[in-house]
Antibody, heavy 121, light 107 residues
């Protein structure tokens, strides 16, 4: 079964850091780009960033709202992707989803269940 | 960043109705657009990719059209399980951007 499972969410104070993880199974992880998408409470979806695969040198892309604060990394040997979040702000409070991007369908075709990050003092 | 203007923001309809949701991009994005469905408390689900291609396993009552700046998601005959929020997403260039969503409610 193709599956993504996020972990690492929690409560953190403004200015703090948190590292989210996404464990993948059921597909060849190293072949795929991986995305992070978030959803603030009661709000819409916001694309956060992307990690490309080894074939494209693991390069990354970010939304302007998180650039220079968030870093996406991956470990193909462990079928996992991570989102390191630094200098957190209250507006980063959201459910964070990881998603598998499949080039053949040009879309995010598998999603995790999400992990909740709350930034509050 | 490309802005995606989605309308309507909410829509009331009945089972069996035909409904249409639109997204307009602030610049041309070829056909680099997807449609996602999200139910409360759940992760989004890919319905349509490349503007008009139906994702595997998605019922054929869902269809997409458009190219350039104007796109449409149509549900030909609403079923009870279709009441959800729908989002468009442009994947033409970075940063990717979603529309603000359309909440489809039962009339």
């Amino acid at each position: 079964e193709v599956q993504l499972v996020e972990s690492g969410g929690g409560l953190v104070q403004p200015g703090g850091s948190l590292r989210l993880s996404c464990a993948a199974s059921g597909f060849t992880f190293s072949d795929h780009y991986m995305d992070w998408v978030r959803q603030a409470p009661g709000k819409g979806l916001e694309w956060v960033g992307r990690s490309r695969n080894k074939a494209t040198s693991y390069t990354t892309e970010y939304a302007a709202s998180v650039k220079d604060r968030f870093t996406i990394s991956r470990d193909d040997s462990k079928n996992s992707v991570h989102l390191q979040m630094n200098s957190l702000k209250t507006e980063d409070t959201a459910v964070y989803y990881c998603a598998k991007y499949t080039g053949s369908v040009n879309g995010m075709d598998v999603w995790g269940q999400g992990t909740t990050v709350t930034v509050s003092s | 960043a490309i802005q995606m203007t989605q309308s309507p923001s909410s829509l009331s309809a009945s089972v069996g109705d035909r409904v249409t949701i639109t997204c307009r991009a602030s610049q041309g994005i070829r056909n680099d657009l997807g449609w996602y469905q999200q139910k409360p408390g759940k992760a989004p689900k890919l319905l349509i990719y490349a503007a008009s291609s139906l994702q595997s396993g998605v019922p054929s009552r869902f269809s997409g059209s458009g190219s350039g700046t104007d796109f449409t998601l149509t549900i030909s005959s609403l079923q009870p399980e279709d009441f959800a929020t729908y989002y468009c997403l442009q994947d033409y260039n970075y940063p990717y951007t979603f529309g603000r969503g359309t909440k489809l409610e039962i009339k």
